[in-house]
């Protein structure tokens, strides 16, 4: 029973992708039929009607159509023959209408309109000799209305439609074709309209359709069944007894005397036999992949431990100073292997002194990643207390240097800055040059004096340099798996991709700037490998000067709260001196924002506000932060109102923040632990 039941999954694909591409060939064979039948004829009622209209117009007399245009024309024995012929020509060609008319440029005018009771046409719809039809009133759409333009057109150019007019309405689906009757001048005095009607002519295609459908699906309905059988007995019986075989061997768990006997003398019988010599070969197998698989995980959750342990003890929390508005900074570490030898860290050494370190040690692995582990902790514990950088290197490369049996080594790049007065002091132990960016400028390389790696050598001597970071400039540190990535051909990505990408960023902060660049990098690498650890660290000054002490005010964000966090701010600007039209601006945008979270941060909840003032004397600066707890919004990626517009032109809102920006010196947003934070500044 379980055989019949493996063997029948398989038969039904079978069925199932035969019934399907049969629907699709018959549908293509049937459609390409239809097509090419259908262009055919359509062409031929096409040059049957161009031809017809050309030939009537040229056997008319020149003089028997003056007459008939002529005032009193429908009473000439020209018109009574032109009739009579009209009628015959009509019969004879089953044309659908023809007609004499005349044209000009916003009606047409009939003078003969052929009749044969006998084919069906109503006496009583004959246009009478004078009938002057209105284009608008004829054409049943604009597509109508454009063709009767067009008509007179071609007439005043003294032609005709050399491609008939296709109608598709309710008047029915026809083609149309006028030719000029022309006088010996060569100038058009009448129009010959010739109409064939191509119901009959859809309806046949529509048929032939269907008939060369049912054709079709009755053809490949037998050679499916037919290969059906054939399939049956050749591919799914012996797959069936194959695939139970299987299924008893994984029942019982054994795979000794399991052989299957197959006998078809083509891929399936050597399938058969290839199953009975695995059968022979993987009691064997397994065993030994217990063993391999056991000390694998061993190995792997030993590693993966390991990973943990690492990424622990690198600063991993951004931001990594939220109470500090001075700077921003972030770093990530991407390994070439579960653990690598690249770190990166930063810490206060005091309130005023921060460190920044990024280092790369010799080799892959675990035992760079045990060396980085000794070498982050010596660099930290030497800079905690208070040496300048190039004491640190020199310290650390000591103690390096003692018991170094596996001769390993770290190139190291330190830098002690100070928050209040913006200089950075660094020192460089082998590694790569880190790059700069003043103001709105581009990053450059900063090439600084290298010393010798850390454990190279006991007694190495670290050179300080100096240099001065301003509010708006950019530090990018790095370790060598940024420029020495390669692609698939072994192209270095190189400083000057680097340096393309950091400028190519824009204003972007910390963590959009390291991201931008991994990005670049893995588009340059594509498919390759990484063999080395990436590590970046970037550090980017928004201000200068100690953080003021910050008071906070809470309140519930409703607009009822919007005197009281007024009084707030305004004691603290009065305390502080502020002038008056000073005052005023700032407390002009500090309604602008609060009433902006009232209205908007938890509608349609409620919630709190927390707002933040403090003053620095030194730098004469008032800071106001406003922090909540609703929807992420962030004021400053709208784009800045058109004031150039007119009030009904311009868009609504945008004008609040717009002001704010302009009349504070600093507006700076971020989100951050599910909260938004907007702050600014000006200086008093």
């Known amino acids: ?64 159509v003056k007459e008939i245009i002529a005032p009193g024309g429908d009473e000439t024995a020209a018109y009574a023959r032109t009739a009579e012929m009209f009628n015959q020509l009509k019969k004879d060609g089953e044309i659908t209408f ?34 002057d039809v209105l284009y608008t009133d ?36 026809n083609y149309s074709v006028g030719w000029p009757i022309l006088d010996e001048n060569g100038q058009a005095i009448a129009e010959v309209q010739y109409i064939l009607d191509m119901r009959e002519v859809r309806a046949f295609l529509n048929s032939f359709l269907y008939t060369m459908l049912g054709i079709s699906l009755g053809i490949i309905a037998v050679a499916i069944g037919c290969y059906i059988l054939f399939v049956r007995k050749t591919v799914t019986r012996p797959i069936g007894v194959l695939a139970g075989q299987m299924e008893r061997v994984t029942e019982a768990g054994t795979f ?48 993966s431990v390991a990973t943990q342990i690492q990424a622990s003890m690198l600063p991993c929390i951004f931001p990594a100073f939220p ?94 800055y100070e928050i209040s007065t913006g200089r950075l002091t660094a020192a460089n132990a082998g590694h790569e040059f ?40 950019t530090l990018f540190v790095y370790t060598d798996g940024v420029a020495e990535a390669t692609d698939a051909s072994n192209t270095l990505y190189g400083t000057d991709r680097m340096l393309a990408a950091l400028n190519a960023s824009g204003d972007s902060r910390p963590a959009g700037l390291l991201e931008n660049v991994k990005s670049d990098i893995d588009r340059f690498v594509g498919e390759a490998p990484q063999f080395d650890d990436i590590t970046m660290l970037c550090l980017q000054i928004k201000r200068q000067g100690g953080t003021p002490e910050l008071e906070k005010l809470t309140v519930p964000a409703e607009l009822d709260q919007l005197q009281a966090v007024q009084d707030f701010i305004g004691r603290h600007l009065k305390a502080a001196g502020c002038p008056a039209k000073t005052e005023i601006a700032i407390q002009v945008a500090v309604e602008e924002l609060y009433v902006n979270i009232a209205h908007y941060a938890y509608a349609p909840g409620s919630g709190q506000a927390d707002v933040y003032c403090g003053v620095d004397p030194a730098e004469k600066l008032v800071t106001i932060r406003f922090v909540d707890s609703g929807k992420p919004f962030n004021p400053l990626a709208k784009e800045d109102a058109d004031t150039t517009l007119s009030a009904d032109e311009r868009e609504i809102g945008g004008l609040g923040i717009l002001m704010v920006k302009k009349s504070m010196d600093a507006v700076d947003y971020e989100y951050r632990d599910g909260r938004n934070v907007l702050t600014i500044q000006k200086r008093l």
């Open 138 to 173: 004829a054409a049943s759409s604009p597509e109508d209305l454009d063709r009767y333009v067009s008509a007179w057109e071609l007439y005043r150019q003294n032609t005709g439609t050399t491609e008939p007019f296709v109608t598709d309405n309710e008047y029915g689906y």
């Open 256 to 303: 000794q005397n399991q052989h299957v006997s197959l006998h078809t003398g083509d891929e399936i019988e050597s399938m058969g036999g290839a199953f009975n010599f695995m059968l022979d070969e993987l009691e064997n197998y397994i065993e030994n992949l217990a063993k391999i698989t056991a000390e694998k995980e061993r190995i792997g959750a030993e590693l």
């Open 323 to 416: 109470e500090r508005d001075e700077f921003d900074i972030y770093a990530t570490m991407h390994p070439a292997k579960e653990v690598g030898g690249d770190f990166y860290d930063f810490f206060l050494v005091d309130s005023d002194h921060l460190a920044l370190v990024i280092a790369d040690v010799s080799g892959k692995g675990v035992p760079a990643a045990l060396f980085m582990v000794i070498a982050k902790t010596l660099i930290k514990n030497e800079a905690l207390m208070g040496k300048a950088p190039q004491d640190v290197l020199a310290a650390v490369n000591n103690q390096l240097c003692e018991n170094n049996e596996a001769e390993m080594f770290v190139t190291a790049w330190l830098g002690i």
């Open 434 to 473: 880190p790059a700069v960016r003043h103001g709105d400028g581009q990053f450059e390389l900063y090439k600084d004096r290298h010393g010798f790696v850390l454990a190279g050598m006991e007694g190495s001597r670290y050179h300080p340099y100096e240099m001065t970071l301003q509010p708006g400039d």
């Open 1 to 64: 029973m379980k055989k019949r039941r493996i063997r029948l999954k398989l038969l039904p694909k079978f069925v199932v992708s035969l019934i399907i591409l049969g629907l699709f060939l018959s549908v293509c064979i049937s459609v390409f039929s239809y097509v090419n039948t259908r262009q055919y004829l359509e062409n031929m009622y096409a040059q049957r009607a161009v031809f017809g209209a050309q030939s009537i117009a040229t056997m008319l007399s020149v003089d028997d």
């Open 98 to 131: 023809l007609s004499l008319v005349l044209l000009d440029e916003d009606s047409v005018t009939f003078l003969i309109d052929a009749c044969v009771p006998e084919m069906g046409d109503d006496p009583a719809a004959q246009m009478p000799y004078g009938t």
